[in-house]
Every structure is written in structure tokens, then in C-alpha cells.
């Protein structure tokens, strides 16, 4: 259950999206740790600068000040952010994988429950984005904790029908080790329940692993060995992640337009 604020409390939160409501007034959509993820008009947010210095701007890290209102929709009488956000401005690379992971995220996350694991995924991402550049394979892992979030992420490890452990001894048209995979059964298969199953690279698959377990400390280790595999690698558990986020999404996310106009035709 989420601890409801009083007035004056300050939490991290996360901005995913803002849309006028009214003539001064925004609509703004925020995440936070224990809040989970929260609908808030911000009032005179348009003109103010004291209490919305920096402004309101997706993808903004910060602290936030939310009041809980009669209706439903909160409050938030201040946010203050922590990193500024011009590179997003003047790079947009930066700026598209930024307003993917937030436009992802606040497509697959409901209201009103916490979510410390997802918050902090969010921003592990986008301060690597900010600091260093963006990164597919940070794309990669924030869809595969937001799945783990949600309680969506296939077996990887062991057979999803009976827990066996899977089988490593096929070999696949390359030379390479494959392991049996059903998505519509929730994972990796063992021999017994092959049948009409299909394939994943081995290699693929502990890389999936390694993004989704590897702790916070050595997680961009990970990320940049997956930046630096090979293009099928890269491209397979791309395909992996973005087809389980798809079967959750209710409509197209905006954001994968610009990746077009990027001339990223096969998505981010």
C-alpha cells in the first residue's frame, strides 16, 4: 500500500509527460519510488518559475512537492530539478532514447501502486543517457525490469512448463548453441516440452540475463558489452524485448516515430 503525503512532504520523482490543462495550468504525469506513478496539475505551472524552476519537462529528475486532492488528481505544488536536461536539447539521439523510456514507461505502469525497482531503473537510464550517450542496450534493460516489474519476464533459466533445467546441446545453422523457446508458454522449454517450440541463440539469452540481473554497480559493464556484440546479437535481443513490451502496450508510443525519422527503421 502507498504512504500518502501531507503537504510539505518532497519525494524523487521522475517527469514522463506533461500536457496543457487549461491556460496556465499542466497536467503532469510523474513517477516516484513510493508513489508509484502519479496524475497531478500543476497550477500556474506555464508562468511560474519559483516553484517549477527548470520547468516540467519530460524526462526531468528531480524532487517533487505532491499533495493528494478530493478528486483523484494530486497536486504538485513544486518540482525541483536535479539535472539539467540540455543536452537533450542539443542532441537528438539523447533526446529520443529520453522520451522512450518515458513514454514506455508510463504506457506499462498503473496507478497508483509503488514501484521502487522500476523508478530506479528509469533513472540508471536516463543518467546514462545524460552522462555518457545513449544506449540500446540500456533501452534493452530498462523494457526487461519493467517487464520483471509488471511480472512479465519469460523463464530464461528453466523450463517454463515444468522448471527442468533446459537443454544446451543443439546446434543451430551457424554453429551456434540454441536453446528451445516459447513465448506463448512463458519461456525457455526443456526437451520434454520442445514440441513446436522455436529457437534463441544461447548467446542471446544469457545476455537478456546478464541485463536483467546485473546489479546497479557493474550494470553498465553489461550495457556496454551488449553495445559493442555483434549486429545479430544486438538485433535478436532487441526483437526479444520489444516483442514482450508490444503484446503490453494499447496503442503505438509516439516516440518510436522519431526513431523513424532518425532513420532508425528497425526501431530503437
Given amino acids: 500500500m502507498s504512504v500518502r503525503p501531507t503537504r510539505g512532504d518532497r519525494t524523487p520523482a521522475v517527469i514522463l509527460s506533461t500536457r496543457p490543462l487549461g491556460e496556465a495550468d499542466l497536467l503532469v504525469v510523474v513517477l516516484t519510488p513510493t508513489l508509484g506513478k502519479v496524475r497531478a496539475a500543476a497550477r500556474n505551472a506555464r508562468r511560474s518559475r519559483r516553484r517549477f524552476a527548470g520547468g516540467l519537462a519530460g524526462g526531468a529528475l528531480g ?15 513544486s518540482f525541483e530539478m536535479l539535472r539539467p ?20 514507461t508510463d504506457a506499462l505502469l ?7 525497482a522500476a523508478f530506479a531503473s528509469l533513472c540508471e537510464s536516463i543518467e546514462r543517457a545524460l552522462d555518457i550517450g545513449p544506449s540500446p542496450a540500456m533501452l534493452r534493460r530498462h523494457e526487461l525490469r519493467l517487464m520483471q516489474a509488471l511480472g512479465l519476464v519469460p523463464a530464461l533459466e528453466l523450463c517454463c512448463v515444468c522448471g527442468a533445467e533446459i537443454s544446451t546441446g543443439e546446434i543451430g545453422e551457424r554453429g551456434e548453441p540454441i536453446v528451445r523457446f516459447d513465448a506463448g508458454r512463458g519461456g525457455v522449454v526443456c526437451s520434454l516440452h520442445a514440441a513446436g517450440a522455436g529457437t534463441i541463440d544461447h548467446d542471446v539469452l544469457a545476455v537478456t540475463r546478464a541485463l536483467l540481473e546485473a546489479e546497479a554497480g557493474n550494470a553498465l559493464e553489461v550495457v556496454e558489452q551488449l553495445d559493442a556484440a555483434e549486429p545479430r546479437v544486438r538485433r535478436a535481443v532487441r ?6 513490451v508490444r503484446t503490453q502496450l494499447r496503442r503505438p508510443l509516439r516516440s518510436l516515430e522519431f526513431f523513424a525519422k532518425l532513420g532508425r527503421g528497425g526501431g530503437p
Fill in 63 to 77: 524532487e517533487a512537492t505532491l499533495v493528494p486532492g478530493r478528486s483523484g488528481l494530486w497536486r504538485l505544488e
Fill in 110 to 116: 498503473h496507478e497508483p501502486e509503488p514501484g521502487p
Fill in 239 to 244: 526483437d526479444l524485448t520489444t516483442g514482450l
Fill in 85 to 104: 536536461l540540455d543536452r537533450l536539447g542539443r542532441d537528438l539521439d539523447r533526446f529520443a532514447h529520453v522520451a522512450y523510456l518515458c513514454e514506455l
